[in-house]
T-cell receptor, first 113, second 113 residues
């Protein structure tokens, strides 16, 4: 059963703690993306990776970090430096390059108090 | 500046009625435009893609139109169902650049019995 999985669906953390969100895909897609979604705003790109062991900052990378050690996995770490981390986080993947449809995971709702 | 604007921000309609959602964009050079459906707390799912040469495309009860000259697209939903209640997001792809997707803020549609 192919697709993108994100875990956990809900995540709660105390302010000042780092937290890692998981994203796994078995679609054999080369490129993976992390977005943040806030009420009343469009999706904003945090980081993306077009190939293993390489990634680029998106529009709002400050306070976040990623790794791409395997093609299937693209975890996102929300660090304590992120000033407003509470949001809905979406992971996406695409076959290759930038011309293909992005397939989205189910999302992780992160709440930091 | 590349932008995507959607209207209305929210819409409530009776089950069985039709509705039309609007998307205006300034993205240039234009590659394609996608409409996504996003259920609450879930990831977006692609409904249809429009390229420069396409004026109309249907996917079941969903019909998308594109006017590349005026940079406008619409999504028409026929005979609405309760399951159509969701956010509908317009995403425009620019032809060049690796970070070349521009997201609208979405229209929140609620279908009531």
């Amino acid at each position: 059963d192919g697709g993108i999985t994100q875990s956990p669906k809900y995540l709660f953390r105390k302010e000042g703690q780092n937290v890692t969100l998981s994203c796994e895909q078995n679609l054999n897609h080369d490129a993976m993306y992390w977005y943040r979604q806030d009420p009343g705003q469009g999706l904003r790109l945090i980081y993306y990776s077009q190939i293993v062991n390489d990634f680029q900052k998106g529009d709002i990378a400050e306070g976040y970090s990623v790794s791409r050690e395997k093609k299937e996995s693209f975890p996102l770490t929300v660090t304590s430096a992120q000033k407003n981390p509470t949001a809905f986080y979406l992971c996406a993947s695409t076959m290759g390059g930038t011309s293909y449809e992005q397939y989205f995971g189910p999302g992780t709702r992160l709440t930091v108090t | 500046k590349n932008q995507v604007e959607q209207s209305p921000q929210s819409l409530i309609i009776l089950e069985g009625k039709n509705c039309t959602l609007q998307c205006n964009y300034t993205v240039s050079p234009f590659s394609n435009l996608r409409w996504y459906k996003q259920d609450t707390g879930r990831g977006p799912v692609s409904l249809t893609i429009m390229t420069f040469s396409e004026n109309t495309k249907s996917n079941g009860r969903y019909t998308a139109t594109l006017d590349a000259d005026t940079k406008q697209s619409s999504l028409h939903i026929t005979a609405s169902q309760l399951s159509d209640s969701a956010s509908y997001i317009c995403v425009v792809r620019e032809q060049t650049g690796a970070n070349n997707l521009f997201f609208g803020t979405g229209t929140r549609l609620t279908v009531i019995p």
